[in-house]
């Protein structure tokens, strides 16, 4: 279980408060207008903004002390997911050893995760030579070798076209039920949030709100959210 | 957490920030203390002071107002050749100005090209030597920088004034007060400023052409205090008055100027719709291309003819030379990449007044610095070339910072977060992250540096016994015993060693970058 313990965040000329649970295995999705604080609020979860006031717990332990590295958890950026000067292989054996050379048995799960987003192959080719669909699976196939509890995504997937985003929406629900990860996604567009995410965070109002149901809370939404939406 | 982590630590660019520190206040403060004070200036050194500020405020008038109407021409012109001339404007920075001397000697001397011309009409030949020779040739090196300049901050108007002026029927005189002319303004003074605080150390073109009481700038005094009467009191003195110069002219020179000139886009012709004076144009064009192009062609034909007339001291200072230049280069990227790495993770402020101390000090300055700290241990001539490589590369410092600390901010602020996600170590991101990514900005960096090391004539000067000689060092004593052949042929070799060696380097660093 992910537990925001009376969290306070500051950047810059905002403040954000947050005291949720969210619990293992969840798919939740984080809606908000834009300058509310949803991506600030991931980045605080990884470790690349301090906490003004509070703490951060999995499963009972306090993750807020260490270091982006050290937190049991994975996360796309908007962009710049990959090393552009490495090729998806080399790219992918970050996620299991980023200091080192791999063993054979470790090569061999870096090419099972290629395979299993669907980049037999592809494991010599440089981002550039990628679609950036395939540059989207790449950066994925390294979060399935990283094995990590939690998953974070802060919109890797806005710069791709409507029907490739929802193809890779999908191909992240199927991986996170597979290993049982808890996911937390960033999103402006309420169709992602009903795709694929069980329940819903709504950030509004310098507070993050308890996670609720996503169709309960987009077939009844409240005034702030009704605002967002234009409904 | 403290403080927001990094991907890479900061400490041992501050370790190479306070080595470069101290080397170069070490070296002033054993200046300082060596300075005899108690005979105070003499007359002759109240002279070097007027002489080196006469010539370094006529260079830099002299620079910018050619400058003006050549960048003028460039920024509204586009022809065959353009962006050919725009990067041999960039040439002079990394030209040996032995090699330059050579050639302008060779075009503008006594028995020149013009002289031989003004002969057949019965005028007198030129005299190149003293004031105006030494004027001649710093505007020859930098003329090009202030085109660069100006063309820089000509390029950076936004298309729409010029469209707008246009719309409003502006020509030529209205469209130069309302938009250009205001450029003008904010530009030149720090054009200007950067140009008087460059020739205000110049010791190889006084060395060379000035000399005598006349036309002796401070840094040829120091040497002459060095060489002539070994007056280590006088030398140390002088240095002292040099430094404060040099400080005085690097701080205005910051304060008033922004970009580099290494700035890229300058290929890109303006669109105007005033027609211009197309005729006086390619005048400015053609007549700044011959008086850059000249010198070399000149010295590129009479080295052709004196590469077989070159005796074999020339090629072993040759290559003293290349090894000189490579542990320079050496030298300068493991202080360089370390510093640019601090400065990019954000602990920046000593690091970087650390990387343009090297602005504020002259090489002759250092160098005396370093000889009085030597002297009582060892015999300095013994470590003439290791002194020198050490010396270029802390003058190269400032630029190879120039070059390295932007992109090494990009890089952090671009792949910074991911690689401390990947919970990747400090030297694994220097190793696979941080030089891959910047592999070209440290070619272009390890070029200049190697360029400007090997055409080097200074610190050597000062330590080099008879017996041992860089190649402008060994070109310099050939053209003094009047073997004019052998110096074209060996100031050939040194233009093809300074512009292949940066040619390399620069290449070897784009070779197979992706973007």
Redesign the interface.
């Known amino acids: 279980m992910l537990k925001l313990d009376r969290c306070v965040i500051e950047n810059g000329s905002f403040t954000l408060s947050a005291d949720i649970e969210i619990e293992t295995g969840a798919n939740v999705a984080i809606i908000g207008p834009s300058g509310a604080g949803k991506s600030t609020l991931l980045e605080t979860i990884a470790g690349f903004r301090d906490l003004k006031k509070g703490q951060i717990l999995w499963d009972g332990a306090r993750i807020s002390n260490l270091l982006p590295g050290q937190r049991p958890l994975a996360m796309l950026f908007q962009d710049g997911n990959l090393f552009p000067h490495l090729t998806a292989a080399q790219n992918v054996a970050l996620g299991l050893r980023p200091n080192g050379r791999l063993t054979t048995d470790e090569e061999a799960q870096v090419l099972s995760a290629l395979d299993r987003v669907a980049l037999p192959g592809f494991g010599d080719r440089r981002p550039a030579e990628l679609s950036g669909g395939q540059q989207s699976r790449v950066a994925l196939a390294r979060v399935l070798v990283q094995h990590r509890a939690l998953l974070l995504l802060d919109e890797p997937f806005a710069a791709l076209g409507p029907a490739l985003k929802a193809e890779m929406l999908d191909l992240v629900a199927g991986l996170v039920a597979e290993t049982d990860t808890t996911f937390l996604m960033v999103s402006h567009d309420p169709q992602d949030a009903r795709r694929i995410a069980g329940q819903t965070v709504l950030v509004a109002d310098e507070v993050v709100h308890a996670p609720a149901q996503t169709e309960t809370l987009f077939d009844n939404p409240p005034p702030s959210l009704r605002a967002y939406l234009g409904s | 957490?403290a403080e927001?982590?990094q991907p890479i630590s900061a400490w041992p660019g501050i370790g190479a920030a306070a080595l470069v520190a101290a080397l170069i206040l070490g070296t002033l403060a054993a200046v300082a203390l060596r300075a005899e004070t108690s005979g105070g200036f003499s007359p002759a050194d109240w002279a070097a002071l007027r002489f080196t500020l006469t010539q370094a405020i006529l260079s830099a008038l002299f620079s910018v107002a050619l400058a003006v109407p050549v960048a003028r021409a460039l920024a509204r012109r586009r022809f065959p050749g353009r962006r050919a001339l725009i990067a041999l404007l960039g040439a002079p920075f990394i030209l040996p100005v032995i090699v330059a001397i050579l050639g302008l000697l060779q075009v503008f001397g006594r028995s020149g090209w013009i002289s031989d011309v003004l002969g057949v009409f019965g005028l007198p030949p030129i005299r190149i030597y003293g004031l105006h020779g030494v004027v001649l040739a710093h505007v020859f090196f930098n003329l090009p920088l202030a085109t660069r300049l100006v063309l820089q901050a000509w390029q950076e108007i936004p298309a729409e004034r010029f469209r707008l002026a246009a719309q409003l029927g502006c020509n030529g005189m209205a469209m130069f007060r309302l938009i250009e002319l205001p450029m003008l303004k904010r530009t030149l003074p720090g054009v200007i400023a950067v140009i008087f605080a460059i020739c205000l150390t110049s010791f190889a073109v006084a060395l060379t052409l000035g000399g005598g009481p006349r036309a002796t700038t401070i840094e040829l005094a120091i040497y002459q205090a060095f060489t002539y009467d070994f007056d280590l009191g006088r030398a140390a003195l002088l240095s002292a008055l040099q430094l404060a110069l040099t400080a005085a002219a690097a701080l205005a020179a910051l304060r008033f100027s922004r970009g580099d000139g290494f700035g890229t886009g300058l290929d890109r012709a303006l669109q105007r719709w005033d027609g211009g004076a197309p005729a006086l144009d390619a005048f400015w064009i053609a007549a700044a291309a011959a008086f850059l192009l000249l010198p070399l062609a000149s010295v590129v034909i009479s080295g052709l003819a004196g590469v077989f007339d070159m005796p074999a001291l020339v090629f072993r200072a040759a290559l003293t030379s290349v090894f000189v230049a490579a542990a320079s280069t050496l030298i300068l990227l493991v202080l360089a990449l370390p510093m640019a790495t601090a400065v990019a993770s954000g602990r920046h402020g000593l690091v970087e007044l650390s990387g343009i101390l090297g602005l504020a000090a002259s090489p002759l300055v250092i160098g005396t610095g370093l000889f009085i700290l030597i002297r009582p241990v060892v015999n300095p001539t013994m470590l003439a070339l290791p002194v020198t490589a050490l010396v270029n590369a802390a003058m190269a410092l400032p630029f190879a910072l120039r070059i390295l600390v932007p992109a090494a901010k990009d890089i952090t602020a671009?792949?910074g977060?991911?690689?401390?996600?990947?919970?990747?170590?400090k030297?694994?991101y220097f190793r696979?992250?941080l030089v891959?990514?910047m592999r070209p900005q440290i070619g272009f960096a390890a070029g200049l540096g190697a360029a400007l090391s090997m055409g080097d004539l200074g610190v050597i000067a000062l330590f080099a016994d008879p017996q041992i000689a860089t190649l402008p060092l060994q070109i310099y004593r050939l053209m003094g015993a009047y073997q004019m052949q052998a110096a074209a042929g060996g100031a050939l070799l040194l233009l093809l060693l300074s512009m292949g060696a940066f040619w390399l380097l620069d290449r070897g660093g784009r070779w197979h970058a992706?973007?």
Do not use: D, I, K
């Not at chain 2, 977060?417 to 170590?425: I, K, Q, V, W, Y």
């Open positions: 957490m927001r982590a671009r792949h977060r991911l690689a401390l996600s990947l919970n990747m170590g030297w694994t696979r992250v891959p990514r992706e973007a």
